[in-house]
T-cell receptor
Framework: SAVISQKPSRDICQRGTSLTIQCQVD?????MFWYRQQPGQSLTLIAT?????????ESGFVIDKFPISRPNLTFSTLTVSNMSPEDSSIYLC??????????FGEGSRLTVL | AQSVAQPEDQVNVAEGNPLTVKCTYS??????LFWYVQYPNRGLQFLLK??????LVKGSYGFEAEFNKSQTSFHLKKPSALVSDSALYFC???????????????FGAGTRLFVKA
Protein backbone atom coordinates (compact mmCIF):
# COMPACT_ATOMS: atom_id res chain seq x y z
CA SER A 1 0.00 0.00 0.00
CA ALA A 2 0.97 3.65 0.01
CA VAL A 3 0.49 6.62 2.29
CA ILE A 4 -0.73 9.62 0.36
CA SER A 5 -0.92 13.05 1.92
CA GLN A 6 -2.90 15.87 0.40
CA LYS A 7 -2.83 19.53 1.29
CA PRO A 8 -4.99 21.43 1.94
CA SER A 9 -7.63 19.09 3.30
CA ARG A 10 -10.22 21.77 2.71
CA ASP A 11 -10.40 25.38 1.68
CA ILE A 12 -12.90 28.09 0.93
CA CYS A 13 -11.94 30.31 -1.98
CA GLN A 14 -13.23 33.33 -3.76
CA ARG A 15 -14.42 33.28 -7.33
CA GLY A 16 -11.66 34.08 -9.82
CA THR A 17 -8.78 32.97 -7.63
CA SER A 18 -6.60 29.87 -8.01
CA LEU A 19 -5.71 27.13 -5.57
CA THR A 20 -2.90 24.60 -5.72
CA ILE A 21 -3.39 21.17 -4.17
CA GLN A 22 -0.34 19.17 -3.20
CA CYS A 23 -0.02 15.40 -3.18
CA GLN A 24 2.88 13.64 -1.47
CA VAL A 25 3.43 9.87 -1.63
CA ASP A 26 5.63 7.87 0.73
CA UNK A 27 7.13 5.83 -2.10
CA UNK A 28 8.20 6.38 -5.67
CA UNK A 29 5.42 5.84 -8.18
CA UNK A 30 5.29 6.16 -11.93
CA UNK A 31 1.69 7.14 -12.43
CA MET A 32 -0.34 9.55 -10.36
CA PHE A 33 -3.94 10.38 -11.05
CA TRP A 34 -6.13 13.32 -10.18
CA TYR A 35 -9.86 12.76 -9.75
CA ARG A 36 -12.74 15.03 -8.92
CA GLN A 37 -15.68 13.93 -6.80
CA GLN A 38 -18.81 15.79 -5.93
CA PRO A 39 -19.75 14.82 -2.35
CA GLY A 40 -21.47 11.45 -2.40
CA GLN A 41 -21.07 11.15 -6.14
CA SER A 42 -18.82 9.20 -8.46
CA LEU A 43 -15.25 10.01 -9.35
CA THR A 44 -14.25 11.65 -12.61
CA LEU A 45 -10.68 11.38 -13.85
CA ILE A 46 -9.16 14.77 -14.54
CA ALA A 47 -5.70 13.78 -15.70
CA THR A 48 -2.83 11.36 -15.38
CA UNK A 49 0.52 12.76 -14.29
CA UNK A 50 3.67 10.86 -15.14
CA UNK A 51 7.05 12.08 -14.03
CA UNK A 52 9.06 13.63 -16.83
CA UNK A 53 6.21 14.18 -19.24
CA UNK A 54 3.22 16.40 -19.74
CA UNK A 55 0.06 15.37 -17.97
CA UNK A 56 -2.60 13.63 -20.03
CA UNK A 57 -6.01 15.24 -19.64
CA GLU A 58 -9.39 13.61 -20.02
CA SER A 59 -12.13 14.96 -22.18
CA GLY A 60 -13.61 18.08 -20.65
CA PHE A 61 -10.50 19.06 -18.71
CA VAL A 62 -7.81 21.36 -20.06
CA ILE A 63 -4.35 22.32 -18.94
CA ASP A 64 -5.14 26.03 -18.69
CA LYS A 65 -7.83 25.33 -16.13
CA PHE A 66 -6.12 22.47 -14.29
CA PRO A 67 -2.35 22.75 -14.66
CA ILE A 68 -0.47 19.84 -13.13
CA SER A 69 3.13 19.51 -12.08
CA ARG A 70 5.02 16.28 -11.46
CA PRO A 71 8.57 17.26 -10.52
CA ASN A 72 9.58 13.87 -9.12
CA LEU A 73 8.32 10.37 -8.41
CA THR A 74 6.77 11.19 -5.03
CA PHE A 75 5.05 14.53 -5.55
CA SER A 76 2.47 16.24 -7.74
CA THR A 77 0.36 19.36 -7.66
CA LEU A 78 -2.97 20.22 -9.23
CA THR A 79 -3.98 23.84 -9.62
CA VAL A 80 -7.60 24.85 -10.05
CA SER A 81 -7.41 28.15 -11.91
CA ASN A 82 -9.84 31.03 -12.14
CA MET A 83 -12.28 29.23 -9.91
CA SER A 84 -16.04 29.41 -10.13
CA PRO A 85 -18.67 27.87 -7.86
CA GLU A 86 -18.92 24.97 -10.32
CA ASP A 87 -15.41 23.97 -9.30
CA SER A 88 -16.58 23.26 -5.76
CA SER A 89 -15.75 19.61 -5.30
CA ILE A 90 -13.45 17.13 -3.66
CA TYR A 91 -10.18 16.64 -5.47
CA LEU A 92 -8.46 13.30 -4.98
CA CYS A 93 -4.93 12.27 -5.72
CA UNK A 94 -4.28 8.58 -6.35
CA UNK A 95 -1.46 6.27 -7.32
CA UNK A 96 -1.12 2.91 -8.97
CA UNK A 97 1.51 0.68 -7.36
CA UNK A 98 1.56 -1.68 -10.37
CA UNK A 99 -0.98 -4.08 -8.89
CA UNK A 100 -3.71 -2.24 -10.76
CA UNK A 101 -5.56 -0.98 -7.73
CA UNK A 102 -5.45 2.67 -6.83
CA UNK A 103 -4.56 4.17 -3.48
CA PHE A 104 -6.11 7.49 -2.63
CA GLY A 105 -5.35 10.47 -0.50
CA GLU A 106 -7.96 11.79 1.89
CA GLY A 107 -8.99 14.41 -0.64
CA SER A 108 -9.09 18.19 -0.75
CA ARG A 109 -12.54 19.66 -0.29
CA LEU A 110 -12.83 22.91 -2.18
CA THR A 111 -15.65 25.39 -1.79
CA VAL A 112 -15.80 28.36 -4.13
CA LEU A 113 -17.96 31.31 -3.14
CA ALA B 1 -15.00 2.80 -24.44
CA GLN B 2 -15.12 1.32 -20.99
CA SER B 3 -18.08 1.84 -18.69
CA VAL B 4 -19.35 0.71 -15.33
CA ALA B 5 -22.94 0.51 -14.14
CA GLN B 6 -24.15 0.21 -10.59
CA PRO B 7 -27.90 -0.11 -10.97
CA GLU B 8 -28.78 0.51 -7.32
CA ASP B 9 -28.35 3.90 -5.71
CA GLN B 10 -28.94 2.37 -2.33
CA VAL B 11 -29.04 -1.08 -0.75
CA ASN B 12 -30.64 -1.69 2.61
CA VAL B 13 -29.94 -4.84 4.59
CA ALA B 14 -30.39 -5.99 8.16
CA GLU B 15 -27.34 -6.79 10.22
CA GLY B 16 -26.44 -10.45 9.97
CA ASN B 17 -28.09 -10.90 6.59
CA PRO B 18 -26.14 -11.43 3.38
CA LEU B 19 -25.60 -8.44 1.15
CA THR B 20 -25.06 -7.99 -2.57
CA VAL B 21 -24.06 -4.81 -4.36
CA LYS B 22 -24.39 -5.11 -8.11
CA CYS B 23 -21.99 -4.03 -10.84
CA THR B 24 -21.87 -4.59 -14.58
CA TYR B 25 -19.19 -3.39 -16.92
CA SER B 26 -18.17 -2.91 -20.50
CA UNK B 27 -14.55 -2.88 -21.57
CA UNK B 28 -12.36 -3.81 -24.49
CA UNK B 29 -10.20 -6.82 -23.87
CA UNK B 30 -9.72 -8.45 -20.52
CA UNK B 31 -10.95 -6.32 -17.66
CA UNK B 32 -9.33 -5.41 -14.40
CA LEU B 33 -12.22 -5.06 -11.94
CA PHE B 34 -12.18 -3.44 -8.54
CA TRP B 35 -14.33 -2.56 -5.59
CA TYR B 36 -13.64 0.42 -3.37
CA VAL B 37 -15.35 1.65 -0.23
CA GLN B 38 -15.68 5.20 1.01
CA TYR B 39 -16.60 6.00 4.57
CA PRO B 40 -17.99 9.45 5.41
CA ASN B 41 -15.46 12.25 4.95
CA ARG B 42 -12.75 9.80 3.98
CA GLY B 43 -10.88 8.89 0.84
CA LEU B 44 -11.51 5.69 -1.05
CA GLN B 45 -10.15 2.40 0.20
CA PHE B 46 -9.41 -0.57 -2.01
CA LEU B 47 -11.45 -3.68 -1.14
CA LEU B 48 -10.64 -6.30 -3.76
CA LYS B 49 -9.82 -6.90 -7.38
CA UNK B 50 -10.16 -9.39 -10.18
CA UNK B 51 -7.53 -9.61 -12.86
CA UNK B 52 -7.35 -13.26 -13.74
CA UNK B 53 -7.82 -16.68 -12.18
CA UNK B 54 -10.58 -17.82 -9.85
CA UNK B 55 -13.85 -16.05 -10.52
CA LEU B 56 -14.52 -15.64 -6.82
CA VAL B 57 -12.15 -13.19 -5.22
CA LYS B 58 -11.89 -12.39 -1.56
CA GLY B 59 -10.96 -9.06 -0.11
CA SER B 60 -10.85 -6.95 2.99
CA TYR B 61 -13.40 -6.97 5.82
CA GLY B 62 -14.93 -10.29 4.73
CA PHE B 63 -16.10 -9.03 1.34
CA GLU B 64 -15.91 -11.10 -1.81
CA ALA B 65 -16.90 -10.60 -5.40
CA GLU B 66 -17.77 -12.91 -8.24
CA PHE B 67 -16.60 -12.28 -11.78
CA ASN B 68 -19.08 -13.47 -14.40
CA LYS B 69 -17.72 -13.03 -17.89
CA SER B 70 -20.88 -14.03 -19.76
CA GLN B 71 -22.97 -11.55 -17.81
CA THR B 72 -20.17 -8.96 -17.63
CA SER B 73 -20.85 -8.59 -13.93
CA PHE B 74 -18.76 -8.26 -10.81
CA HIS B 75 -21.14 -8.22 -7.86
CA LEU B 76 -19.86 -7.51 -4.36
CA LYS B 77 -21.04 -9.84 -1.62
CA LYS B 78 -20.72 -10.48 2.06
CA PRO B 79 -22.31 -13.44 3.87
CA SER B 80 -23.21 -11.49 7.02
CA ALA B 81 -23.50 -7.71 7.04
CA LEU B 82 -22.33 -5.51 9.88
CA VAL B 83 -23.60 -2.05 10.81
CA SER B 84 -20.04 -0.84 10.29
CA ASP B 85 -20.26 -1.89 6.63
CA SER B 86 -22.55 1.07 6.00
CA ALA B 87 -20.70 3.20 3.46
CA LEU B 88 -20.54 4.18 -0.20
CA TYR B 89 -19.27 1.43 -2.49
CA PHE B 90 -17.76 1.97 -5.91
CA CYS B 91 -17.17 -0.56 -8.64
CA UNK B 92 -14.37 0.32 -11.03
CA UNK B 93 -12.91 -1.05 -14.23
CA UNK B 94 -9.62 -0.69 -15.97
CA UNK B 95 -8.95 -2.05 -19.41
CA UNK B 96 -5.62 -3.47 -20.48
CA UNK B 97 -4.80 -0.75 -22.97
CA UNK B 98 -1.69 1.29 -22.31
CA UNK B 99 -2.21 4.87 -23.39
CA UNK B 100 0.06 7.85 -23.41
CA UNK B 101 -1.25 8.67 -19.98
CA UNK B 102 -1.08 5.13 -18.71
CA UNK B 103 -3.96 2.92 -17.72
CA UNK B 104 -7.30 4.52 -17.04
CA UNK B 105 -9.64 3.46 -14.27
CA UNK B 106 -13.24 4.60 -14.35
CA PHE B 107 -15.74 4.36 -11.55
CA GLY B 108 -19.39 3.54 -11.29
CA ALA B 109 -21.87 5.96 -9.80
CA GLY B 110 -21.63 4.33 -6.40
CA THR B 111 -24.09 2.42 -4.22
CA ARG B 112 -24.84 3.51 -0.71
CA LEU B 113 -25.15 0.57 1.65
CA PHE B 114 -27.20 0.91 4.81
CA VAL B 115 -26.98 -1.89 7.33
CA LYS B 116 -29.62 -1.67 10.03
CA ALA B 117 -29.07 -3.13 13.47
Amino acid sequence: SAVISQKPSRDICQRGTSLTIQCQVDSQVTMMFWYRQQPGQSLTLIATANQGSEATYESGFVIDKFPISRPNLTFSTLTVSNMSPEDSSIYLCSVDLRGGELFFGEGSRLTVL
Amino acid sequence: AQSVAQPEDQVNVAEGNPLTVKCTYSVSGNPYLFWYVQYPNRGLQFLLKYITGDNLVKGSYGFEAEFNKSQTSFHLKKPSALVSDSALYFCAVRDGLMRAGGFKTIFGAGTRLFVKA
